[in-house]
């Protein structure tokens, strides 16, 4: 089974930045599709954004676009999440997935997923 493990989750002031971190094991990581989702308390399961294996093309949802940045390490089998501009709507569980045929935002076609890591941004 593939196993991810998220790291990076914290609190930190409106405007700071965070680093995200997501650790693959027991598949091939050059070959995923790698996505991050995020959960506020009492919402649903949202988008952030993904990196495919094709060519690394990025994807960003609108509420982060110009703030988020992806990006994937094969060698490393990670993916990280860099957070800046951090404001209080940002708060949630966020969430590391992979697939090797994913349909972009959608986490039905996801098939691993890590535990989460708690962000929490203060005003």
């Known amino acids: 089974q593939v196993q991810l493990v998220e790291s990076g989750g914290g609190l930190v002031q409106a405007g700071g930045s965070l680093r995200l971190s997501c650790a693959a094991s027991g598949g091939t990581f050059s070959t995923y599709t790698m996505a991050w989702f995020r959960q506020a308390a009492g919402k649903e399961r949202e988008f952030v954004s993904y990196?495919?294996?094709?060519?690394?093309?990025?994807y960003y949802a609108d509420s982060v676009k110009a703030r988020f940045t992806i990006s994937r390490d094969d060698a490393k089998s990670t993916v990280y999440l860099q957070m800046n501009s951090l404001k209080p709507e940002d708060t949630a569980v966020y969430y590391c997935?992979?697939?090797?045929?994913?349909?972009?935002?959608?986490?039905?076609?996801?098939?691993?997923w890590g535990q989460g890591t708690q962000v929490t941004v203060s005003s």
């Open positions: 990196v495919t294996w094709i060519r690394g093309s990025t």
């Open positions: 997935a992979a697939a090797i045929y994913a349909l972009g935002s959608n986490p039905k076609t996801y098939a691993y």
